[in-house]
Nanobody, 122 residues
C-alpha cells in the first residue's frame, strides 16, 4: 500500500509558476503520474515519469511549460509548472502504479493522493 500526499497548489496569476510535490510513504519504484480535473470536466493526464526518472511523458498542452521529476531518495515527485494559463485551473492529483503502455490512463494507476487545487487567474 502506498500513501500519496500532494502539496504546493495555490492561486497564481497567468504567466506565473507553481511547483507541486507528491510525497509517497515508503519506498516506491512505481511509475508516478500527475492528473488534473477541472470543474465539469473529466480527469485528464498531465505528465508521468518512470521509476528511475529516465523517461518522462507529457500531455500536449503542457509540453514545454511543465516538467515532471522525481527524487527517489526523498520518495517525492515534483511537477514544475511555468507559464501557467487560466485553463490549467484544476485539482491536481498524483498517482502511482505500473501502467505499462497505458501511461495516460487513470485506471492504470493503483494509488492516488487527495489532490491539490491550482487556480490561475487571468
Amino acid at each position: 500500500q502506498v500513501q500519496l500526499v500532494e502539496s504546493g497548489g495555490g492561486l497564481v496569476q497567468a504567466g506565473g509558476s507553481l511547483r507541486l510535490s507528491c510525497a509517497a510513504s515508503g519506498r516506491t519504484w512505481y511509475t508516478m503520474g500527475w492528473f488534473r480535473q477541472a470543474p465539469g470536466k473529466e480527469r485528464e493526464f498531465v505528465a508521468a515519469v518512470n521509476w528511475n526518472g529516465d523517461n518522462t511523458y507529457y500531455e500536449d498542452s503542457v509540453k514545454g511549460r511543465f516538467t515532471i521529476s522525481r527524487d527517489n531518495a526523498k520518495n517525492t515527485v515534483y511537477l514544475q509548472m511555468n507559464s501557467l494559463k487560466p485553463e490549467d485551473t484544476a485539482v491536481y492529483s498524483c498517482a502511482a502504479g505500473f501502467p505499462r503502455n497505458r501511461i495516460t490512463a487513470a485506471l492504470a494507476y493503483s494509488f492516488w493522493g487527495q489532490g491539490t487545487q491550482v487556480t490561475v487567474s487571468s
